[in-house]
C-alpha cells in the first residue's frame, strides 16, 4: 500500500479572513494567508509545535509598531532609525531618552472586558532596563507590572507575566490580569518607558504592541490607524467516508503554552464530532481553569457519557482518546488506566456530518493552543490499547 501525504486543505475547510500571524520554521513571524492553516515553530529549537488555531481577538492599539504617531505619547522619547523586526521588516524603532528626567512611552485603550493582555517585543538598547505597565488610569492602578534587566536576563515585577525568546535578541513579554478592570475603563500601556527617570541618551527597542480583551495573550495582530480582528480560526471537515458511527475510536494530542484561567468561562475544544448542534456530539476538551482533560458523548441532548482526569498544565503536551460502541464507552488520558463512561441509554453520536479541529465549529471556544495529531481507528479500542495510546 502507497501512502499519500495529504494537506490540510485537501480533507478540511479553513475559514479565517484577515490578518492572522503564526512563527515561521526559520523562527521570524509570518503572515498566514486567509482561509489556511498556521503550522507553528518553535522560534528557538525549530520544532514544530503544531496546528495553532485560536478565538477572535482585537489588537486595541494603534500603529502598534509605529511610535512616531501621535497615537502614542512620548515624554523625553525620540524615536530613531529602525532595525530588523522579529518579521525580518525594518521596521523596529530605536526609542532613545534625551535628557536625565522622567521618560514616558504610553498609549491608552478603552477596556472592552474585565480581562486585559498587554504584549510587546523587546530587543536589548544601551537602556539598562525594559519597563512594562498596564495601569488603570480611571482607578489610578498599576494592575501589571515588568521590568526586564538585560545584563542578568531577569524579569521581575507584580501579577502575570510570560516570556518567550526569538531570532535577533528579541523577546515577547505576555502581561495579563482578570481583576482590578471594569469594561470601560481607560487602560495605559507603557511600552519601554514608564514615567522613571532615564539615562540620557539611554536606547531600546520595543515592537509589536498589542492589547486585547482576554486572560492570556494571543498571536500578534498587527495595526495601524485602526483596531484590528484576527477573526477565530475555523477547520471543519464535512466529507467523512471513513467515519464510523457505531464504533470507533478517536484520539487527539495537543499542547497549550499560555496559564490557564477560569476567568474565560469556557472548556476548550480538541476535536469535536456530531451534526453540527449541541445536541449531538463527541468531544475531546480540556478545562480552561487548569488544562485538565475531558471527554463527552452526547445525544438528543442528554449526556451519554463523560470524562474527566486531573492533570494538564501550561506548556505540557497532553493526549486523550475516546472509544465507543452502542453500550460500551471508555477514555483515557494521559496514559492513564482508560476509565469506563457513565451510561445512560448507551447510544454512540448519531448523526456525524462534520468533524471540528480545535474549536466548537459556531462561537469558537478554541484550543487557543497547538494541536499536535488527530487519529481515528474504525473500531473500540480496547482499555489497554486506550492507555498505550495516550502515553508519552
Same mark, same amino acid.
Given at each position: 500500500?502507497?501512502?499519500?501525504?495529504?494537506?490540510?486543505?485537501?480533507?478540511?475547510?479553513?475559514?479565517?479572513?484577515?490578518?492572522?500571524?503564526?512563527?515561521?520554521?526559520?523562527?521570524?513571524?509570518?503572515?498566514?494567508?486567509?482561509?489556511?492553516?498556521?503550522?507553528?515553530?518553535?522560534?528557538?529549537?525549530?520544532?514544530?509545535?503544531?496546528?495553532?488555531?485560536?478565538? +477572535?481577538? =482585537?489588537?486595541?492599539?494603534?500603529?502598534?509598531?509605529?511610535?512616531?504617531?501621535?497615537?502614542?505619547?512620548?515624554? %523625553?522619547?525620540?524615536?530613531?532609525?529602525?532595525?530588523?523586526?522579529?518579521?525580518?521588516?525594518?521596521?523596529?524603532?530605536?526609542?532613545?531618552?534625551?535628557?536625565?528626567?522622567?521618560?514616558?512611552?504610553?498609549?491608552?485603550?478603552?477596556?472592552?472586558?474585565?480581562?486585559?493582555?498587554?504584549?510587546?517585543?523587546?530587543?536589548?538598547?544601551? +537602556?539598562?532596563?525594559?519597563?512594562?505597565?498596564?495601569?488603570?488610569?480611571?482607578?489610578? =492602578?498599576?494592575?501589571?507590572?515588568?521590568?526586564?534587566?538585560?545584563?542578568?536576563?531577569?524579569?521581575?515585577?507584580?501579577?502575570?507575566?510570560?516570556?518567550?525568546?526569538? *531570532?535577533?535578541?528579541?523577546?515577547?513579554? !505576555?502581561?495579563?490580569? %482578570?481583576?482590578?478592570?471594569?469594561?470601560? %475603563?481607560?487602560?495605559?500601556?507603557?511600552?519601554?518607558?514608564?514615567?522613571?527617570?532615564?539615562?540620557?541618551?539611554?536606547?531600546?527597542?520595543?515592537?509589536?504592541?498589542?492589547?486585547?480583551?482576554?486572560?492570556?495573550?494571543?498571536?500578534?495582530? *498587527?495595526?495601524?490607524?485602526?483596531?484590528?480582528?484576527? *477573526?477565530?480560526?475555523?477547520?471543519?471537515?464535512?466529507?467523512?467516508?471513513?467515519?464510523?458511527?457505531?464504533?470507533?475510536?478517536?484520539?487527539?494530542?495537543?499542547?497549550?503554552?499560555?496559564?490557564?484561567?477560569?476567568?474565560?468561562?469556557?472548556?476548550?475544544?480538541?476535536?469535536?464530532?456530531?451534526?453540527?448542534?449541541?445536541?449531538?456530539?463527541?468531544?475531546?476538551?480540556?478545562?480552561?481553569?487548569?488544562?485538565?482533560?475531558?471527554?463527552?458523548?452526547?445525544?438528543?441532548?442528554?449526556?451519554?457519557?463523560?470524562?474527566?482526569?486531573?492533570?494538564?498544565?501550561?506548556?505540557?503536551?497532553?493526549?486523550?482518546?475516546?472509544?465507543?460502541?452502542?453500550?460500551?464507552?471508555?477514555?483515557?488520558?494521559?496514559?492513564?488506566?482508560?476509565?469506563?463512561?457513565?451510561?445512560?441509554?448507551?447510544?454512540?453520536?448519531?448523526?456525524?456530518?462534520?468533524?471540528?479541529?480545535?474549536?466548537?465549529?459556531?462561537?469558537?471556544?478554541?484550543?487557543?493552543?497547538?494541536?499536535?495529531?488527530?487519529?481515528?481507528?474504525?473500531?473500540?479500542?480496547?482499555?489497554? !490499547?486506550?492507555?498505550?495510546?495516550?502515553?508519552?
Amino acid at each position: 500500500m502507497s501512502l499519500v501525504r495529504r494537506a490540510l486543505s485537501d480533507l478540511f475547510t479553513v475559514t479565517r479572513t484577515g490578518v492572522a500571524t503564526y512563527i515561521g520554521s526559520d523562527g521570524l513571524i509570518k503572515t498566514a494567508v486567509n482561509n489556511t492553516g498556521r503550522f507553528e515553530y518553535d522560534p528557538v529549537t525549530r520544532a514544530l509545535r503544531g496546528l495553532l488555531v485560536e478565538d +477572535a481577538r =482585537t489588537n486595541g492599539l494603534l500603529y502598534s509598531q509605529d511610535f512616531s504617531q501621535a497615537a502614542w505619547s512620548k515624554t %523625553n522619547v525620540t524615536v530613531g532609525a529602525a532595525v530588523m523586526a522579529p518579521d525580518g521588516t525594518m521596521t523596529a524603532q530605536k526609542l532613545t531618552a534625551t535628557a536625565a528626567v522622567a521618560t514616558i512611552l504610553s498609549q491608552t485603550w478603552a477596556a472592552t472586558d474585565t480581562r486585559a493582555a498587554f504584549s510587546v517585543f523587546i530587543r536589548r538598547g544601551t +537602556a539598562a532596563v525594559h519597563d512594562l505597565v498596564l495601569r488603570n488610569d480611571t482607578t489610578a =492602578t498599576n494592575l501589571i507590572t515588568a521590568t526586564y534587566t538585560w545584563a542578568t536576563g531577569v524579569l521581575t515585577g507584580t501579577g502575570a507575566r510570560l516570556m518567550e525568546t526569538l *531570532p535577533g535578541g528579541w523577546l515577547r513579554i !505576555e502581561l495579563a490580569t %482578570n481583576a482590578g478592570i471594569t469594561a470601560g %475603563n481607560t487602560l495605559r500601556t507603557y511600552a519601554g518607558f514608564s514615567g522613571n527617570v532615564a539615562t540620557a541618551g539611554a536606547s531600546l527597542y520595543s515592537w509589536g504592541c498589542q492589547v486585547e480583551a482576554g486572560a492570556y495573550a494571543t498571536s500578534y495582530i *498587527p495595526t495601524t490607524s485602526a483596531t484590528v480582528t484576527r *477573526p477565530y480560526d475555523q477547520i471543519i471537515a464535512t466529507s467523512l467516508p471513513w467515519f464510523q458511527e457505531s464504533e470507533g475510536t478517536f484520539f487527539a494530542e495537543w499542547l497549550v503554552r499560555r496559564p490557564f484561567t477560569g476567568a474565560d468561562g469556557f472548556n476548550r475544544r480538541v476535536v469535536q464530532w456530531g451534526d453540527g448542534t449541541t445536541n449531538n456530539r463527541g468531544i475531546l476538551y480540556f478545562q480552561s481553569t487548569d488544562g485538565a482533560p475531558l471527554g463527552l458523548i452526547q445525544v438528543g441532548a442528554v449526556n451519554q457519557a463523560t470524562f474527566s482526569q486531573a492533570g494538564g498544565g501550561n506548556g505540557v503536551v497532553q493526549r486523550s482518546a475516546l472509544a465507543w460502541r452502542a453500550g460500551d464507552f471508555a477514555w483515557s488520558a494521559n496514559g492513564v488506566a482508560a476509565l469506563a463512561g457513565t451510561v445512560l441509554d448507551g447510544v454512540p453520536v448519531t448523526p456525524v456530518t462534520q468533524l471540528v479541529l480545535a474549536t466548537d465549529g459556531a462561537s469558537g471556544n478554541a484550543l487557543n493552543g497547538y494541536l499536535r495529531a488527530v487519529k481515528f481507528w474504525p473500531r473500540r479500542l480496547s482499555n489497554a !490499547e486506550l492507555q498505550l495510546a495516550t502515553a508519552a
